[in-house]
């Protein structure tokens, strides 16, 4: 067998700024890349976003601001989180838009996005006559809504929504304002909500925002996830992996212990219940997962050895392991997987 592909490294995070760019320009309309909370885990992808045709960049906070001016960025941005009086001189100083619902943000800023709750239920006012009064300021440069179940197909609740911002929008009656409300899903689903920009996060990153196969919407998956193995060990029947011995040997069987953990975001709640790659076959993880390492059942597989790379989200020849697959086994959402990738993971950045 050739030698593993990569040289190993105990956990590394491969960013593929080609797909990044190439989703971008996937994308409808004029685009603004929501590159907050380190890029979904994505690490520096602002500049491929950029190159892939984003024209701004949306981050939660102003310190995620600060951060892309500090890195030489200079395209518009737009803070979209709730904002403290130090936030707000911090954003400002940025040279950030930023969102507003109340009157004291929307007179300290010198761009401001009016933001209409029109049922997300979180940031933004649902009160229609104040949100017409702030939209009324000579420093607004903006109107926006959130959409609480774009990624629903079907669900009610989004055309009521884009109704109300619809009407919201012709009420204001500023043209020469940007509007904007979708998300990823929106912008996928329904170019009714376009309007002058779309705000996407999850998809330029190449996931699927309806939580199934990106594929299914030309997205290619920017990150993969990678660890080597450390250890090959043969069991015997009856002999357990990990704490709490909740995995023991059925018969004899080679087991991998790859140096990988919850420490690095690799969740506890895959524990008996992910796969992974080593020579382009999946082999299931077995055990609990530790902070610093995770046991993986080979069978029979004795052609695996120490140093072989290791794929916990990406591909190997034919098998691939999505960001989907793992949301789907812990519950939650692609989102969540590479926000969850802790510090510890090196991010490479690579074309
Ligand atoms: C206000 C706002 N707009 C747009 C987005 C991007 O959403 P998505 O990643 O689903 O495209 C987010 C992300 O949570 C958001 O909070």
């Known amino acids: ?25 996937r994308l409808p309309g004029e685009l603004c890349a929501v590159v907050k909370a380190d890029g979904y885990g994505h690490g520096a992808v602002a500049e491929a976003a950029l190159a892939g045709g984003a024209s701004w960049l949306a981050v939660a906070t102003a310190d995620e601001a600060r951060a892309l001016r500090d890195a030489g960025i200079d395209a518009r941005l737009l803070v979209m989180g709730a904002l403290t009086r130090a936030d707000l001189r911090m954003a400002v100083h940025a040279d950030a838009d930023v969102v507003a619902w109340t009157d004291e943000v929307a007179e300290a800023a010198p761009r401001v996005h009016v933001k209409f709750d029109t049922g997300m239920g979180r940031l933004g006012t649902t009160d229609r006559a104040r949100a017409l009064r702030l939209a009324a300021h000579s420093n607004v440069v903006g109107l926006m809504t959130h959409f609480s179940t774009a990624d629903e197909p079907g669900d009610e609740h989004f055309a009521a929504q884009l109704a109300e911002f619809i009407s919201f929008v012709e009420r204001v009656g500023r043209p020469e304002l940007t509007v904007h409300a979708a998300n990823s899903a929106a912008a996928l689903r329904d170019p009714a909500s376009h309007f002058d920009m779309v705000r996407c996060g999850i998809a330029i990153y190449g996931m699927d925002p309806f939580h199934e196969d990106p594929a299914a919407h030309e997205l290619e998956p920017a990150l993969s996830l990678h660890s080597y193995v450390a250890a090959v060990r043969r069991f015997e029947a009856g002999e357990s992996a990990g704490y709490g011995r909740t995995w023991r040997a059925e018969r004899p069987t080679w087991v991998a212990t790859i140096p990988i953990g919850y420490g690095d975001g690799w969740r506890r709640g895959l524990s008996n219940n992910a796969d992974v790659l080593i020579r382009g076959r999946r082999h299931p993880l077995v055990g609990a997962i530790s902070m610093d390492n995770i046991t993986v059942a080979l069978g029979d597989a004795t052609d695996v050895e120490v140093g072989d790379e290791v794929t916990l989200i990406g591909r190997q020849g034919r098998e691939q392991i999505l960001a989907e697959e793992v949301a789907r086994r812990l519950g939650t959402i692609n989102y969540e997987i590479t926000c969850g990738l802790s510090a510890r993971v090196r991010r490479e950045h690579f074309r």
């Open 1 to 25: 067998m050739p030698a593993a592909s990569l040289s190993p490294e105990r956990a590394l995070a491969r960013i593929d700024l080609g797909a990044i760019e190439r989703n971008c320009a």
